[in-house]
C-alpha cells in the first residue's frame, strides 16, 4: 500500500505552547494530525517537565530548522537548592525530594551567576539525546552506564537568580544559545554553590522575536486529521531576522535550480556570505542565499517549487 505524500504546495509554521508533560515528540504528532501532513519538525527541543513555545514546522519550511537554531531562547523556571539529580531536574530524583537548604546571600548569587554568563563551556546531562560512541547518552545512562559526555560551547547572554519565596529555592531568568540545557545550568550553579541543585520548573517564553504569548495551546489544536490547516502561518510571516533580496522571473527560476543569481534589488551593505531571505517578483519565499560580490546570491537554503 502506498503511503500518502503531503502537498507540496502546502508550507508553514506553527508555533505551539506546549503543557508539561507531553514530549516534544508527542506534539508533534499532534501537530501533523491536526495539519494532515507528514512532514513536520521543531525547532528546538523541550523536556516533557518543561513548557512553553515550540515552534513547529511544516512542509519544506522544515528547511529553515537550522536558521531559527541561529535565534537564542529565553527561559523562566525555578531551581532547587540542596541536592543533585540523576538527571539534573526533578523527574530524576530518585525518592521523595530532599531538604531545602538556606539561600545563599546575594552577594554570593550574583557572584554565581556573573560566573556562569557569557561564553562558556557546558557538559551536557547524562540523560541527554546527545550520542556517544554512536549511541544516544540518555539510552546509555538508562542501561546503568555513565556516560561521559564533552563539554560544549554555549553562550548564557544573560541570567538572573532572585528567591522564589520558598525555602531553598530560586526563580532564574536566562537568555541563553541553542544547544544549552538549563538543567545543566541549575547543575553547575548547585555546584558553584556547594549545595547541589536541580531545575524543578522551565517554561520556554521566546525564541528570538517569537514570544510564547502567540502560541496556540496544544489543548486548542483539532483532533481531526487536516482540521487545523488554516492555522498554519505562511513563511512570509516568519520574521526572519535577514535582509530581503527580490529576484526577476529568470533568476528566480536560476535560485529554485541550485545555481548563483544576481538580484534585482540587492540590499545595500550586506556583507559577503551574510544570509539573504531570497524572494520572487510576488513576494514569495523561495529560500535562502547567501550574499556575494556585486550583488550575486549563492543559494544555501531552496524551497522546491510546489
Not at 530548522?65 to 543533585?84: D, M, N, R, S
Not at 544547544?179 to 517564553?205: F, I, K, N, Q, S
Not at 504569548?213 to 490547516?229: F, V, Y
Not at 531570497?278 to 544555501?300: C, F, K, Q, T, W
Amino acid at each position: 500500500m502506498s503511503r500518502r505524500r503531503d502537498d507540496p504546495a502546502v508550507r508553514g509554521w506553527l508555533a505551539v505552547d506546549k503543557p508539561p508533560g507531553p514530549t516534544s515528540h508527542d506534539v508533534v504528532a499532534r501537530v501533523r494530525r491536526a495539519l494532515g501532513l507528514r512532514r513536520v519538525g521543531h525547532a528546538g527541543t523541550l523536556d516533557p517537565l518543561a513548557s512553553g513555545l515550540l515552534v513547529c514546522l511544516a512542509g519544506n519550511a522544515t528547511r529553515l530548522v537550522p536558521w531559527l537554531h541561529l535565534w537564542p531562547k529565553t527561559y523562566v523556571g525555578t531551581i532547587v537548592l540542596g541536592a543533585e539529580s540523576p538527571t539534573d531536574d526533578a523527574e530524576g530524583l530518585p525518592g521523595p525530594p530532599p531538604e531545602p537548604v538556606p539561600l545563599p546571600p546575594a552577594p554570593v548569587l550574583a557572584a554565581a551567576a556573573r560566573r556562569l554568563t557569557g561564553e562558556i563551556l557546558q557538559r551536557p546531562p547524562a540523560y541527554s539525546a546527545k550520542k556517544l560512541g554512536g549511541e544516544r547518552a540518555h539510552r546509555l545512562a538508562r542501561q546503568g552506564f555513565a556516560p561521559d559526555l564533552a563539554p560544549v560551547p554555549v553562550t548564557i547572554h544573560r541570567l538572573r537568580l532572585c528567591p522564589a519565596g520558598r525555602p531553598g529555592r530560586l526563580h532564574f531568568a536566562a537568555r541563553v544559545s541553542s544547544g544549552t540545557y538549563l538543567r545543566a545550568l541549575a547543575r553547575d550553579l548547585g555546584r558553584l554553590l556547594g549545595t547541589g541543585a536541580y531545575l524543578e520548573a522551565l517554561r520556554r517564553t521566546a525564541i528570538g522575536p517569537l514570544r510564547v504569548e502567540d502560541g496556540l495551546p496544544l489543548e486548542e489544536l483539532p483532533e481531526e486529521r487536516g482540521k487545523g490547516r488554516a492555522l498554519l502561518r505562511p513563511v512570509e510571516e516568519l520574521p526572519l531576522p535577514f535582509p530581503d533580496a527580490r529576484l526577476a522571473p529568470e533568476a528566480a527560476r536560476r535560485f529554485l535550480a541550485g545555481n548563483p543569481v544576481e538580484a534585482a534589488s540587492p540590499p545595500a551593505g550586506t556583507a559577503e556570505d551574510a544570509p539573504l531571505r531570497v524572494l520572487d517578483p510576488s513576494g514569495r519565499v523561495l529560500g535562502i542565499g547567501l550574499a556575494g560580490e556585486g550583488g550575486r546570491i549563492r543559494p544555501r537554503t531552496v524551497f522546491p517549487p510546489a
